[in-house]
């Protein structure tokens, strides 16, 4: 296995991760030890101020369970433009093959819920007549697309 990390690309990297930690029940990843602040530690090893943006640098998100990846928000001045080419599923509906669908329409809506009220925003629904899916397409703050199944 190979160790990543995954980067989005923002204008507000401190309100990403908080949004982001919500959406995926993460926590913010806390400075290393020694350090009371990112921003603390980012000028301990040179980083220069003009580059830290702005609040303490909480721009990244764990896991606390360990087992995800770990979500870096980092600042870009161009702002979102087109559509993303890679989007996050937040599976919360459960198995197709043990999990009826109306089951799994109450559990995405409850957390659809939970997502518009942290900050997000809905755009459609995905399902059809027939076809054994549910989901709902969302906007994170600043307009990045994931979907909820």
């Not at 160790?3 to 926590?27: K, M, N, S, V």
């Not at 990843?29 to 040179?46: I, M």
Request: proline share 7%; charged share 30%.
């Amino acid at each position: 296995m190979v160790a990543f990390q995954l980067t989005i690309d923002c204008a507000d990297p401190e309100g990403q991760a908080h949004f982001w930690a919500t959406a995926l029940r993460y926590r913010v990843e806390e400075a290393p030890d020694g350090f009371p602040t990112w921003r603390e530690y980012w000028l301990s090893v040179g980083v220069p101020e003009e580059e830290l943006g702005k609040g303490d640098c909480s721009d990244s998100v764990v896991d606390p369970e360990g087992g995800g990846p770990r979500i870096w928000f980092q600042q870009v001045p161009e702002g979102k433009v087109v559509k993303n080419r890679l989007h996050l599923d937040v599976m919360v509906g459960g198995d197709r093959a043990e999990v009826p669908l109306e089951t799994r329409r109450e559990r995405v809506e409850a957390e659809v819920g939970r997502l518009v009220a942290a900050g997000a925003s809905r755009l459609r629904v995905l399902s059809e007549p027939g076809l054994d899916h549910y989901g709902v397409v969302m906007q994170d703050p600043e307009g990045n697309e994931f979907c909820v199944a």
